[in-house]
């Protein structure tokens, strides 16, 4: 059975998750970078509203308030400010200042912030990238002072503020990784590979719904995967079944000539032996009268299936280990072949394989396959029988002939009933063959057929699916 692959990791289910993730841990990091950049802000402001209180205060310790434009510059540089003023009452007094700008791009009020205008006013900042001056009061904490203003340039605001956002940046791309991997990693575990079992399996289930081995085996999960699985091959049962019943009901004429195929075969050859045990009046006729015997219990066999085709409830086949070159010798002789007959019965199967099958069916197989080979080639010819072991375990066996060939038309519907005849046949045979292989989960296919004969190549399974089923 063919996988069916998405065809790019992009367009499935796991990578969508992983890129929402990673959008939507991003857009929430993004929601909290906006407020916190503002609160950044409003403390960087705060420190520096503290250093200009500090050199107020330095300032109120010198004589007469006298200093020389050195220790002036010196203060400012330390605080980094460009100028400083202290409101006592209804007096402004500028204590500090390093040559004014010659404007002020805004003007805030500590006291009187809020929430939005805090963040207005930090990408404000950000939009000025540091060409910048602005004015800042705030209540002094000394009672010395009511409030303090303070000029000073953007630049190093804007530094930091840079520098704060580099280091958000960095945060939501380690977090967003992290947590979009392990998301991804347990939403892929739990939903993601589930969901490609059941679609595998849906898969498996439409090319062979014949095959009750394609059924999904639910896992046991009590959450709505689990309740899936279990619907989904409660489902498979039901349409197996329903597809049985209708099979039957409109294949009945097929069934009664399937029949009188396999019947006609089969009795042909009791009929073989049976005018052989006639001409031979000595202790050899045990063997074919074991032979004759065993024809007749097959016909019996096919008899109680058959009345069992036209329900919907037919046995499976009953699988065994069995030796193959025995079962492919005990064909040969069914068809009164040998290797020294004029049409040659040559068995290159060797001895240590084995295959598990149903003896009967897989008997009916070669039987039909074989007797397709002899009315091809006429009076003279060989029937070669090989068979190998795969890598993979699978058990693939050749039956091919020294005929003609076949016809370029019938290879087109070969499996097809009353359609793939070649030579005046129903095309009943090979349809036979296909039922009974597909049954067993395997395939069967036309190799090769030319002027210098046919093969035919049977697939058969062990006692397990490929492992695309079991996944």
Excluded at 37 to 48: E, H, I, K, M, N
Excluded at 432 to 458: P, Y
């Amino acid at each position: 059975m063919m996988r069916r692959k998405i065809s790019s990791f992009h367009q499935g289910l796991s990578a969508r998750l992983l890129f929402l993730t990673i959008l939507f841990v991003m857009v929430v990091e993004v929601l909290i970078y906006v407020p916190s950049v503002a609160q950044f802000r409003l403390d960087f402001l705060g420190q520096r509203l503290t250093a200009a209180q500090t050199a107020a205060l330095a300032l109120e310790e010198v004589p007469q308030q006298m200093v020389s434009a050195a220790l002036e510059q010196e203060l400012l540089q330390s605080s980094g400010l460009v100028a400083v003023i202290v409101l006592r009452g209804d007096s402004r007094q500028m204590l500090l200042r390093a040559g004014m700008p010659p404007a002020l791009d805004g003007r805030y009020n500590l006291q009187r912030i809020t929430f939005i205008d805090s963040i207005t006013q930090a990408f404000a900042a950000l939009q000025r990238e540091g060409k910048g001056y602005i004015q800042v009061r705030g209540r002094s904490t000394n009672t010395r002072f009511g409030l303090v203003e303070f000029v000073l340039s953007e630049a190093a605001l804007y530094r930091e503020m840079i520098a704060y956002s580099r280091n958000i940046l960095a945060r939501t791309i380690i977090i967003s990784l992290a947590t979009a991997g392990l998301v991804f990693l347990t939403l892929h575990y739990w939903i993601v590979r589930p969901m490609r079992r059941i679609c595998d399996n849906m898969a498996a289930f439409r090319e062979r719904p014949e095959d009750d081995r394609r059924t999904i085996v639910p896992s046991g999960r009590m959450d709505e995967i689990g309740m899936t699985e279990r619907e989904l091959a409660r489902l498979q049962r039901e349409i197996r079944q329903s597809l049985k019943q209708k099979e039957r009901l409109a294949s009945l004429g097929i069934a009664v000539s399937k029949i009188n195929h396999d019947l006609r075969n089969i009795l042909t050859t009791a009929q073989l032996w049976t005018d052989r045990l006639r001409a031979i009046d000595n202790p050899q006729a045990a063997p074919f009268m074991s032979r004759l015997f065993s024809s007749i219990d097959r016909a019996i066999k096919l008899c109680e299936r058959t009345l069992k085709y036209g329900k919907a409830d037919e046995a499976a086949a009953e699988k065994e280990w069995l030796g193959l070159a025995p079962l492919i010798d005990e064909v040969g002789g069914s068809l009164g072949l040998s290797a020294d007959s004029p049409i040659a019965w040559n068995n290159r199967i060797g001895k240590d394989i084995r295959a598990y099958a149903d003896s009967g069916q897989l008997f009916r197989i070669f039987l039909n396959l074989g007797r397709n080979a002899v009315q091809a080639m006429g009076e003279a010819g060989s029937v070669t029988v090989k068979a190998e072991i795969d890598e993979e375990g699978l058990l693939h066996i050749m039956l091919s002939d020294t005929g003609p060939g076949l016809p370029e038309k019938v290879r087109e519907t070969l499996f097809v009933p009353f359609i793939g005849a070649a030579g005046g046949g129903t095309g009943l045979g090979l349809a036979i063959v296909r039922e009974l292989v597909r049954a067993h989960g395997g395939e069967v296919m036309l190799e090769q057929s030319d002027e210098n004969g046919t093969t035919f190549r049977v697939c058969l399974p062990n006692d397990t699916l490929p492992d695309i089923l079991q996944t």
